[in-house]
């Protein structure tokens, strides 16, 4: 009997490696460790969309007759028509890791880091003292970790510090290698002070840090130098957990079982780590002179990072596991930092508001003062929403869904090359396009899904309930496997040679996420007793909102009909929120104390909600006075 011969194909840029026989199907071998791949043809080869790139290793593929000629001279192809004949490393472009080129951005931050709520400053726990010790003699014979205690107590006065049982282990051959030059590395994390490294100056100790927001799709992290706060580097990658779910409800249901739980945990320690290893080397630095971490996420991402069951997140009465986390090492956690390393999570508020929005509230200022009314909207795959001021705060969240980052929807894609991310309608009614990087278009991201959207509503290809208006429609509808579907673009004008087209049940899909996050503001503001006349300033959050036309997402009903210019965008908050507490442990005591004043509003009891989300299933809404700018401009369409 003859062996078959195995190859090792490993996907990027998730990582993952799997084991396969030779002339194994690659679209096969995709499903088989549970990626996220479309295949609305089926796998017969026409539709197109299971286009992947081979970065090295050989294969044999059928006549690719989904993609043009000159995609396949770029070394794509199509996984439904591809056999392994070889080790492979493939790309996965829908998930290329240009596509969370967002999540970094930080324009409003540097802006304004003289008017945000939290502290602009350098004064991180962890920090590098040098220090001078007197040798050891028969007049001097105090132990090793005497005299450098009596060294500091000079230094920065008397204190109570502990030891790390890993310096002790090495204390003696440090201090005796050159105890004119030793460098002491300190942690000292509210009551906690502690000695986590000691080192010969001579070595040119760097003392770094991360900073990690943990999103439900991607993740981003800042390599940090703690001495001066200079961002050394910065990487971002998608969620490996992703293969899991795509929203925290799907994945707090995978991880039912104890394996399935390990397997997340896991997952997100592999994505953090190879962001890590991306970060070190890009700088040429080591991942062991890491000594401190700052993560913010979501509720459940977080649960998941400390691996903690989180289905208690979704069960009534809704109780996470904690609140505030205690600092934890990262050698618990297996994250590729100094085992000394010194880990903090940003508190969650509730089930569904966490760490993501203390921290992002930081990088706002909406607890500059005590007068003005705030609106903080993350529009994520999890909204997550906060009103308030200086004095007090009300939040919470709502299921909004993927499909403004590009899931569920056929042309939609996260914002990444080739993505269109600004839709316009001409005098010919036919649409102008802006793609990310001038490239060939190859989808929609969510700024172009909302431009769509509000251009078909606005020129009246769809009535207010997403359906499409058969008048106006003549020759601009397709059938498709999904049923009729707008014509937005003839494959000959795309990257990947078919059709963009949206259908009826994707325009609903589109209306329900942008319905779940105006219906979470509304009901806010009539727990309140004021209405959005009122609010001062909004503050919109996460990557979604980096290209977002403000006057078609309020013609959609996404945000409140209000003066444009009292929106601001402010990028991914909740990184900018974790990187100033790894800066400054002032801003760790302002998001833990700022959990007292936030009053938690869960939407799953609130029984107000559903009728508040059912008025908002229609462009722009139900009630149409909320809605004055878009109800003037159809009556002077009208006149």
């Known amino acids: ?63 690719a007759k989904g993609l043009p000629t000159d995609i396949i001279s770029q070394g794509f192809v199509l996984a439904c028509q591809t056999l392994i004949e070889d080790n492979l490393s493939v790309q996965l472009p829908h998930f290329d890791e ?6 970094t951005d930080s324009d409003y931050f540097i802006q304004n880091k003289d008017n945000i709520s939290g502290v602009y400053e350098v004064n991180p726990i962890v920090r590098k003292i040098s220090l001078k010790l007197d040798p050891p003699s028969l007049e001097n014979n105090y132990s090793d970790l005497k005299r450098l205690e009596i060294k500091l107590d000079d230094k920065l006065g008397p204190m109570e510090w502990t030891c790390a049982f890993s310096v002790l282990q090495k204390l003696a051959q440090i201090v005796r290698q050159d105890p004119d030059k030793v460098d002491c590395i300190l942690s000292s994390a509210g009551l906690e002070k502690t000695i986590i490294d000691v080192v010969p100056t001579s070595l040119e100790k760097k003392v770094l840090g991360i900073a990690c927001d943990i999103g439900t799709s991607t993740v981003a992290l800042h390599l940090v130098d703690l001495m001066d706060g200079n961002i050394l580097s910065t990487a971002s990658s998608f969620n490996q957990q992703i293969k899991c779910g795509e929203d925290v409800i799907s994945r707090i249901n995978y991880a039912r079982k104890p394996e399935r739980q390990k397997e997340l945990h896991t997952l997100i320690i592999k994505t953090i780590n190879h962001l890590i290893h991306k970060a070190t080397e890009n700088a040429d630095l080591s991942y062991s002179d890491i000594y401190y971490g700052s993560f913010s996420g979501n509720t459940t991402m977080i649960h998941l990072l400390l691996d903690l069951d989180p289905r208690y997140i979704r069960e009534d009465p809704y109780s996470p596991t904690f609140n505030l986390v205690p600092i934890v090492l990262a050698e618990n956690l297996d994250l590729d930092m ?19 929005i203390t921290a992002g509230i930081l990088s706002t200022p909406m607890l500059k003062n005590a007068e003005d009314i705030s609106l903080l909207i993350d529009a994520g795959t999890n909204g997550e929403l906060v009103i308030g001021n200086k004095d007090w705060m009300m939040t919470c969240a709502c299921s909004a869904g993927p499909a403004f980052e590009g899931s569920g929807i056929q042309c939609g894609m996260p914002a990444s090359d080739g993505a269109i991310e600004s839709v316009k309608l001409n005098r010919e009614k036919q649409f102008e396009f802006q793609t990310i990087n001038d490239s060939k278009p190859k989808g929609l991201c969510g700024s172009g899904l909302v431009d769509l959207l509000s251009e078909l509503y606005i020129h009246g290809f769809i009535d207010r309930s997403g359906k499409f208006i058969s008048n106006n429609t003549k020759g601009l509808l397709k059938d498709t496997e999904e049923g009729l579907a707008f014509l937005i673009l003839h494959g000959k004008d795309t990257f990947w040679g078919h059709d963009l087209v949206i259908t009826e049940n994707e325009i609903a899909s589109l209306i329900r996420t942008k319905g779940a996050i105006f219906s979470a503001c509304q009901l806010l503001i009539k727990n309140i007793g004021i209405d959005f006349n009122n609010i001062a300033s909004v503050y919109i959050a996460g990557g979604f909102g980096r290209h977002l036309n403000v006057e078609n997402a309020i013609r959609i009903g996404l945000l409140p009909d209000l003066d444009r210019n009292k929106f601001h965008y402010v990028g991914n908050s909740s990184l900018l929120g974790a990187l100033l507490v790894l800066l400054s442990d002032k801003n760790r005591e302002k998001i833990e104390s700022l959990i007292d004043k936030m009053t938690y509003l869960e939407l799953n009891t609130e029984p107000r909600y559903m009728n508040e989300y059912t008025g908002a299933l229609f462009l722009p809404h139900t009630e149409l006075e909320l809605f004055p700018t878009v109800k003037d401009m159809f009556v002077k369409k009208i006149q």
């Open 98 to 103: 240009q596509t969370i080129q967002s999540v």
């Open 338 to 356: 100094n085992i000394e390393a010194r880990i903090f999570c940003a508190p969650a508020v509730g089930s569904y508001v966490g760490g993501d």
């Open 1 to 63: 009997m003859v062996n078959k011969k195995e190859y090792t194909v490993r996907f990027l840029p998730f990582e993952i490696e799997v084991e396969v026989e030779r002339g194994a199907s690659l679209l096969d071998t995709i499903r088989q460790v549970n990626l996220p791949m479309k295949t609305s043809c089926g796998g017969v080869g026409t539709c197109g969309e299971c286009n992947v790139k081979i970065l090295s290793g050989t294969v044999s593929e059928n006549a």
